[in-house]
């Protein structure tokens, strides 16, 4: 019953989420991609990034730290299978429900413009854009070798590793920066678009700012704790179905930590916004890769068992696979969705490293 209630509870903070941090975006005139990118996936990740930060800083036991480092590479893993799988899946079915052609006008070349049949809402483009394909592509790039060097550190051990974790917060700014200068930058609609009134002032036209930040601010609140509360519901119940702790925190915990990610971007394809979602989805791994991965090298000996190495090569061959379709013009619903089926993957592969 608790598991319910806290699933429902995050999926309603996530709709008055995402509702006040788009009017946070166009208040700080930040251009709707960072909206995605920056302001709502540090908001959903803030949560996950303080449970590592806590587990690798409370004092010297080893248990504690691994669960750190495990949550640092299971964010990621999480969020290039399940999420982005769960965002085809919606897509697809928002597409069977309302038809494809009204929903990609302008659409790249190929697109389908018939009705909405089921192989027309698999087949169909899954962005719009040639810009916005360019630059899901490049998040991707910039997470692939960031996390590749991630895996690589936790194969080697010397003197100044844990310095290094100061680059990985470098990194991060850096990436803060351009998506910042690039929403500045580009020449978006966002002053045009017209949005949903604020659920705390839904007669006000333009809510006041203070509104704004309030509901940001509690839902934030409220989506910590429900997904805290969630993980361990996940923990007592997993030696219940006879599942050992170790597959529980390394197969279960991941997807409830990242279920924010999830539900936003269930409620944004939902809405039609289908680029802020999967903005959600990159600028959140962005900060998997970086600063939890920088706590985890300054605060532990960032050492891989095996079970964490699975988890780095599966996250890197579902971003290479997501790569491989963007630059090819391929990306549709359900390729975007069959990337689910490397958490399977993940999964099988886990039962002999655990036995």
Not at 173 to 189: C, H, L, N, P, T
Request: aromatic share 8%.
């Amino acid at each position: 019953m608790l598991l319910a209630v806290c699933a429902v509870a995050i999926y309603l903070s996530c709709e008055w989420f995402v509702n006040a941090v788009e009017w946070l975006g166009r208040r700080l005139d930040v251009g709707k991609m960072a909206v995605g990118t920056i302001l709502a996936a540090f908001g959903t990740a803030l949560p996950e990034s303080v449970v590592t930060l806590v587990a690798v800083t409370s004092g010297g036991d080893t248990e504690g730290k691994e669960i750190g480092v495990g949550a640092a590479m299971g964010g990621p893993l999480a969020l290039a299978t399940i999420a982005y799988g769960v965002t085809g899946v919606m897509l697809y079915l928002k597409r069977r429900r309302t038809g494809v052609s009204g929903a990609l006008s302008g659409a790249l070349p190929g697109a389908v413009s018939g009705p909405g049949t089921a192989r027309a809402a698999l087949t169909a483009p899954v962005l719009e854009s040639r810009e916005a394909v360019r630059r899901l592509a490049k998040d991707q790039t910039w997470f692939l070798p960031i996390f590749v060097v991630k895996v690589a550190l936790g194969l080697v051990a010397f003197a100044f590793k844990p310095a290094l974790g100061l680059l990985f917060f470098a990194a991060y700014a850096a990436y803060f920066w351009r998506e910042i200068r690039s929403g500045a930058d580009a020449e978006d609609d966002d002053e045009e678009e017209e949005l949903e009134p604020l659920k705390l002032q839904p007669k006000a036209a333009s809510p006041a700012t203070w509104a704004v930040l309030l509901q940001t601010a509690a839902t934030l609140v409220v989506i910590f704790f429900a997904s805290q509360l969630f993980v361990h519901q996940l923990d007592a119940i997993g030696p219940m179905l006879g599942l050992s702790a170790s597959v529980t925190a390394l197969l279960l915990s991941p997807i409830a930590t990242e279920l924010p990610e999830i539900m936003n971007a269930v409620i944004w394809v939902r809405q039609g916004k289908t680029e802020l979602a999967l903005a959600n989805i990159s600028g959140s791994m962005m900060i998997q890769a970086t600063v939890p991965s920088g706590l985890g090298l300054l605060f532990t000996s960032w050492h891989f068992s095996g079970a964490l190495l699975w988890a780095g090569i599966v996250t890197m061959a579902a971003i290479a696979y997501l790569l491989t379709t963007l630059r090819a013009g391929k990306l549709t619903a359900g390729r975007l969705a069959a990337s689910a089926g490397l958490y399977g993957v993940f999964a099988v592969g886990l039962v002999p490293i655990l036995a």
